[in-house]
């Protein structure tokens, strides 16, 4: 970068409006949304992220030979802000979704031995699409099956807008509807720590109610499961960078961001090291804390709220085998303290024998813990799970560690995520800690990123790209 002061560079495309320029700041799924959507809209758009790359806490890295994501993601059928995002970058097929919901779930910790069930849908109405599965559940009592079908229908009979959702926690709701422990470990669990990044006991009503409304009761497709069967990074960075580039977008990595400050004519300056770049709007799409160490006085009522909006962390177990131990493409298991199990071998470039990622949401207990300890707890485990690993030879064993993966779904956080727009004219946030009404997903960042271009070309007077998404389209 050179010193000085300068607009962001003129829009290659859409014709840009005289003077109308904007910034985003923080290069994740909800930056590199809001500057596609401000820049398809004809705004001079600058994206700084501080990172050499983007994607967030999406993305991939190298490790000898194999390409490596930090962390296993998914999304489903209903995350269409999400599957917006794939088309409007080029990435769709490289992230294709089942073509029906089917998730292998291994219960290791039956007397007899270890034993499969499956959660699949049939192509059938709400709430029958589920029906044959849950009544051949084999992990729950068919005392426990039966109460499962009178809480979904109670859980379908919930106003989402309802503000007192948010100050009860779900286990309490579970327990209130005849949910026995066993049936919250085997099914509401499975899905919701997966979802919400918490155990029920720990996660808000409102967000583990709009999960369950919106996945599994609102659509018999919108629980399908998507992932990408290539590093995250060529989404996230390569064909981002791309797509913005054919935007007309400025993309500076490696800028991080010191300070905000208007001029006296309203419009910002955005301070990185060696420039300082003006604009007419900014959208501050940076994790919580970061925001409010650079939001200026007066942007929100009460910005130490955005303090207050806590963290969970995601652990992700990496080993690789001398062959090929596993013949699906995932599975979930109870009874151990392994949760979701994926084959990453193709997507990692691994040309030989067969490389496991094992995804660990809410993850306190072992964040911290020596990669040693982890490897003598886990790979036990998953010999317990997969018969196929007892003759294999571990030939790496790696640990990623992502300790403010999302925020903390807790009662009460709802009242503490603020909107797109803030007090200060020309200042907007997104992430997906903003309130999207969604829990800390891809899904909540794409559609915060909409949000914040929404308000910003509002306000600059620029209409809305047709193509963008709406999100009356949700499910």
């Known amino acids: 970068m050179s010193d000085g002061s300068r ?84 990435g769709t097929a490289l992230a294709p979704l089942q073509d029906r919901l089917d998730v292998p779930v291994v219960d290791a910790a039956k007397p007899e031995g270890r034993r499969l069930g499956r959660l699949r849908r049939d192509p059938l109405p709400v709430p029958l699409h589920l029906g044959r599965s849950l009544a051949a559940y084999p992990h729950l009592s068919l005392t426990e099956r039966a109460a499962v079908g009178r809480a979904a229908l109670a859980l379908k009979g919930l106003d989402l807008t309802d503000p007192a959702l948010d100050t009860q926690d779900f286990g309490s709701w579970l327990a209130a509807h005849g949910q026995s422990a066993r049936a919250v470990e085997a099914l509401w669990d499975l899905v ?90 900014v959208v501050l799409a940076v994790p ?39 013949a699906r493409p995932f599975f979930a298991a109870l009874g151990t303290p392994v949760q979701w199990v994926f084959d990453r071998t193709d997507a990692s470039g691994l040309r030989a024998g067969q490389y496991l990622a094992v995804s660990q949401s809410a993850a306190r207990d072992d964040i911290d813990a020596p990669v040693a300890v982890l490897r003598e707890r886990y790979l036990p485990e998953l010999e317990r799970l997969i018969p196929g690993t007892r003759r ?65 070309l509002s306000a600059l007077g620029r209409p809305r790209p047709r193509h963008l998404f709406e999100f009356e389209e949700a499910a």
């Open 288 to 326: 919580q804390r970061e925001a409010h160490g650079l939001l200026p006085p007066g942007a929100l009522d009460a910005p130490e709220r955005l303090l207050g909006i806590g963290t969970a962390p995601i652990l992700n177990l990496h080993v690789v085998y001398d062959r090929t131990v596993l």
């Open 7 to 90: 607009p962001a560079p003129a829009h290659a495309g859409t014709p840009a409006a005289p003077g109308r320029s904007a910034v985003v700041v923080g290069g994740g799924l909800a930056g590199v949304t809001a500057a596609l959507a401000l820049a398809d809209a004809g705004v001079h758009v600058t994206l700084l992220e501080g990172r050499p790359r983007l994607g967030g806490l999406a993305f991939s890295f190298r490790r000898g030979d194999l390409t490596v994501d930090n962390g296993q993601h998914v999304y489903l059928r209903c995350c269409t802000a999400y599957r917006w995002f794939l088309e409007r970058i080029g």
């Open 192 to 281: 919701g720590v997966a979802t919400l990044n918490a155990v029920a006991g720990d996660a808000s009503l409102a967000l583990a109610a709009m999960v369950f409304k919106t996945g599994l009761l609102s659509d018999p497709g919108a629980a399908d499961i998507g992932w990408a069967r290539v590093p995250l990074g060529e989404l996230h960075d390569r064909l981002a960078r791309k797509a913005l580039d054919s935007a007309g977008v400025r993309t500076e990595v490696r800028a991080r961001v010191t300070s905000l400050s208007t001029n006296d004519n309203g419009s910002w300056n955005v301070q990185v090291p060696g420039e300082t770049l003006r604009a007419d709007a």
């Open 392 to 456: 294999a030879v571990v030939e790496d064993f790696f640990v990623t560690r992502e300790r403010t993966a999302t925020f903390a779904p807790v009662p009460g956080v709802g009242r503490l995520r603020p909107g797109a727009r803030t007090r200060v004219p020309g200042l907007y946030l997104a992430g997906a800690w903003t309130a999207t009404g969604w829990p800390a997903t891809m899904e909540s960042a794409v559609r915060s990123g909409v949000s914040a271009a929404d308000a910003a």
